[in-house]
């Protein structure tokens, strides 16, 4: 069963720039597809932003389109936001989760595995 630790999280000016981190441990993400959710301050709900499958393709929500980037490296035990032009209302808490199913999953329900989050703050 795959561990999956997030780092990377911090204050940022709106307009600036953080990269992400999901860390596998236990296995690699060979077989994964890992998403990147986020839960903003008094949502009950985590809202996807980001997925990449085991084969490279990935999709991203319409609200960080063009300023997201999801990628992993080539031993495929790291996954990574880069998180550009960063607003306001990208604060979050931001987490990854990975299933062993190969497509792309957009709900929270969908993902087995999670890490334990971290916190991005843009101010204005």
């Known amino acids: 069963q795959v561990q999956l630790v997030e780092s990377g999280g911090g204050l940022v000016q709106a307009g600036g720039s953080l990269t992400l981190a999901c860390a596998a441990s236990?296995?690699?993400?060979?077989?994964?597809?890992v998403g990147w959710f986020r839960q903003a301050p008094g949502k009950e709900e985590r809202e996807f932003v980001s997925?990449?499958?085991?084969?490279?393709?990935?999709t991203y929500a319409d609200s960080v389109k063009g300023r997201f980037t999801i990628s992993r490296d080539s031993a495929k035990t790291t996954v990574y936001l880069q998180m550009n032009n960063l607003k306001p209302e990208d604060t979050a808490l931001y987490y990854c989760?990975?299933?062993?199913?190969?497509?792309?999953?957009?709900?929270?329900?969908?993902?087995?595995?999670w890490g334990q989050g971290t916190q991005v703050t843009v101010s204005s």
């Open positions: 989760a990975a299933d062993q199913r190969r497509g792309y999953y957009y709900t929270p329900s969908d993902y087995p595995h």
């Open positions: 236990g296995r690699t993400f060979s077989s994964y597809t």
């Open positions: 997925a990449i499958r085991w084969s490279g393709g990935n």
